[in-house]
């Protein structure tokens, strides 16, 4: 816009030549503020309208310090360049003050929340366009919410809905809702601000910073919302924590945010839901797909279905990393006879961080409720009985045992001295449980698994060899948490899937877990490293699975040498990793396995936050921060040199295998295909060799004919 073009109406309006310039700017500067709310209202978008609501000349004339009808002579002049405006300046502290200080009262918010849409999306809806242009929505409905932001801090704001009378949807900020049903269908792509309750609101920077936070600083949601209240909740943070310093800080006082309905404060079930519900939307997004949530259940309940489709997503192959291939984890190795042959490794191991679950062994129903004990079948099982386990009296009203073992229980919660011999023996309980953790005191009477305890009037020495008088016994008093999560990865550090363990680390759990992670011949790794190799594969000669026939399960080096016998013949043949020529470069291990300690002690690190979480927001949780951590990892790996690529998904399970088959994707998607094509460095025989002899278990790649 030309200048002349401002000049000549500002000639027309007598009351605006005296203006300062500096006042012009103050009110285009709020003029842009008020502007969603004008578009907002106005029946067609795409010309400001001649006036704006009186309402909103009210906020402008005051925040500017004119009159109001300088405010109509202003808009006359300015509109079309406020209307043509970018919004991209975040607005300053004082603007937003000045602004709220008189759009409060008035219903109106810095950062008011509308529905992106102003015409219906049904399109079998009279009232559906498919453009904004035009609004055909009505009935707004407003009420008050808190807005937390990661730059301009906790923010007063009001959200307003549209319903449309044709066919009865109310159109919210994040989604709409049916009149009759019960769903939040929510709209295509990730908002800019995400409804973490009805009230409360957080926007899509803050909720990333809180997601990378958790990933690389363990944070959990209570210390998230404290971080946020104590310097980010305000753009004022640094002076006021630091008022000695800095000299008294003085805010600006905005009357009708100092008694706003709803907390200015974050707290930890916002940051959580917020993060879930972010986490949601972005899968669905990048699967281009759209949330939906029933409606009518609570904020924590209604998230479960959608969590627990995601989690069953990423059972077995489901990471978005699965496919991943470097230099680290994938060799390609030229044998004696010239012939090029891949060698894939992976690497499993276990982590000692678990959720509460059923007290009885290695059930893996849900609990009850979250505070339960047990599940729903076994708390009618047990809920009445004795807590000792060998006892089938029933437990006396306000006891968890029978009078019987009245004694046991006394002892247990007692917090005198004669109990720390028990609390001893607990502790050894725990670390054969594999709960040993340091940081795990044994004041946290509430959270114990199985207490195997000697009963103290059965014999004054208890330490750990019970003689022959002396009756051990198994009691239920707190709660049980989940053994380990088993881990598989690539050497590189990659992670590639995650199990729960709820029992024991044994063995035949392991070998399910691999083959879930493994599904298809194509998919079988060369090499697996477990420090439990040889029993591994005695499972598997036992049960006669030839799954992992041509995969040289090893130890790695460090476990070889101080867990497993060399004279042993089994171990010497089935773990010894300088057996395999093919896994060693000259002395060396041809993979190197630290990436895997680093990573492990990472998600070791989830312990804390994840230790009283139900589970299937556990598994959503770890399985969004391995997600995320893959990305970082392959990043890396990039940076330094490792050259990251992935595996066509289409050779790994060439086969139904929820992935479509290659001559049907060439036929039905011949652009994704090309690209398959184009990323696969060498040409894959679909078969992948399978073979069997031992010195032979490294897969040939076939290369390319010509
Ligand atoms: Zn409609
Ligand atoms: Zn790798
Ligand atoms: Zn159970
Ligand atoms: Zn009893
Ligand atoms: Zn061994």
Redesign the pocket.
């Known amino acids: 816009m030309q200048l002349q073009h401002l000049l000549a109406p500002v000639a027309e309006h007598p009351s605006l030549r005296a203006l300062e310039l500096e006042t012009i700017l103050c009110f285009i500067q709020y003029a842009l503020l008020a502007r969603p709310t004008i578009r907002f209202y106005s029946v067609d978008a795409r010309t400001p309208p001649a006036l704006p609501s009186l309402a909103v000349q009210l906020v402008l004339a005051q925040c500017t310090g004119v009159s109001v009808e300088t405010t109509k002579a202003l808009w006359d002049v300015f509109k079309d360049l406020v209307w043509a405006a970018k919004e991209d300046n975040i607005p300053s502290t004082d603007a937003v003050y000045t602004f709220n200080k008189y759009a409060l009262p008035l219903g109106i918010s810095y950062y008011h929340l509308y529905p992106p849409v102003r015409a219906c999306q049904n399109v079998s809806c009279g009232n559906y366009r498919a453009t904004d242009d035009i609004r055909t929505l009505g009935e707004p409905a407003t009420y008050k919410a808190s807005l937390f932001t990661l730059r301009s801090g906790a923010l007063p704001v009001y959200s307003t809905s549209l319903y449309c009378s044709k066919c009865n949807r109310r159109y919210h900020h994040n989604y709409f809702v049916h009149a009759k049903s019960d769903v939040q269908e929510y709209y295509a792509g990730v908002p800019n601000v995400i409804q973490a309750s009805k009230h409360h609101f957080l926007d899509s920077a803050l909720l990333e910073f809180i997601t990378t936070s958790k990933v690389f600083g363990w944070l959990s949601a209570q210390n998230c919302a404290r971080i946020y209240n104590m310097s980010l909740s305000s753009p004022l943070s640094a002076q006021l924590n630091n008022e000695l310093a800095f000299g008294p800080v003085k805010m600006p006082d905005v009357p009708e945010q100092r008694h706003w309905q709803t907390s200015l404060e974050l707290q930890d079930e916002h940051v959580l839901n917020g993060f879930f519900i972010y986490s949601l939307l972005l899968e669905k997004a990048e699967r281009g797909q759209i949330l939906s949530l029933g409606h009518k259940l609570n904020h924590r309940d209604r998230l479960q279905p959608a969590l627990q489709e995601r989690n069953q997503s990423m059972e077995g192959p489901g990471q978005e990393a699965y496919t991943?291939?470097?230099?680290?984890?994938?060799v390609v190795y030229e044998g004696g006879d010239g012939r090029k042959m891949k060698i894939q490794a992976a690497v499993c191991d276990g982590i000692t961080i678990g959720h509460p679950c059923c007290a009885v062994h290695d059930c893996k129903a849900p609990l009850a409720t979250h505070r339960a004990r047990f599940c729903d079948n076994h708390l009618r099982q047990y809920g009445s009985k004795c807590a000792v386990r060998e006892c089938s009296d029933e437990k006396e009203k306000g006891f968890r045992t029978c009078p019987a073992h009245r004694s046991l229980e006394a002892a247990y919660f007692s917090k005198n001295t004669s109990v720390s011999q028990l609390r001893k023996r607990l502790q050894r309980a725990r670390s054969h449980y594999g709960f040993s953790h340091g940081e795990e005191s044994d004041e946290d009477e509430g959270e114990e698994v199985i207490v195997e305890a000697i009963l103290p009037n059965t014999g004054p020495d208890c330490d750990g060899k019970s003689s022959e008088g002396n009756k051990k016994v198994k009691a239920y008093f707190g709660r049980r948490r989940t053994h380990n999560e088993q881990i598989i990865m690539?050497?590189?550090?990659?992670i590639l899937s995650r199990a729960t363990f709820f029992g024991s680390e044994a063995v035949s759990g392991v070998h399910k877990f691999m083959k879930a992670t493994f599904p298809t011949p194509q998919s079988v790794p060369q090499l697996i490293a477990f420090d439990n190799g040889c029993q591994l594969h005695q499972h598997q000669d036992a049960i006669g699975d030839p799954h992992f026939k041509d995969t040289a399960v090893v130890v790695d080096v460090f476990h070889f040498k101080s867990k497993h016998k060399e004279t042993d013949k089994y171990c010497a043949i089935h773990c010894n990793p300088a057996a395999f020529d093919e896994m060693m470069d000259g002395d060396k291990w041809r993979f190197n396995t630290s990436a895997c300690e680093q990573c492990n002690s990472w998600l070791s690190g989830y312990q804390a936050v994840l230790r009283d979480m139900e589970m299937t927001r556990f598994n959503f949780y770890l399985d969004e921060m391995i997600k995320r951590r893959n990305r970082y990892t392959?990043q890396q790996?990039e940076g330094k040199g490792?050259k990251?690529w992935e595996v066509p998904a289409a050779a790994l399970f060439p086969t139904d295998y929820g992935f479509r088959k290659e001559p049907e994707l060439a036929e039905q998607d011949p652009v994704l295909y090309h690209e398959i094509l184009r990323l696969r460095p060498l040409r894959w025989s679909m078969g992948l060799a399978l073979l069997s002899r031992m010195s032979d278990f490294v897969a040939q790649l076939a290369l390319p004919a010509d």
């Open positions: 991943h291939a470097c230099d680290l984890c994938y690539r050497p590189c550090g990659v392959i790996l490792y990251p």
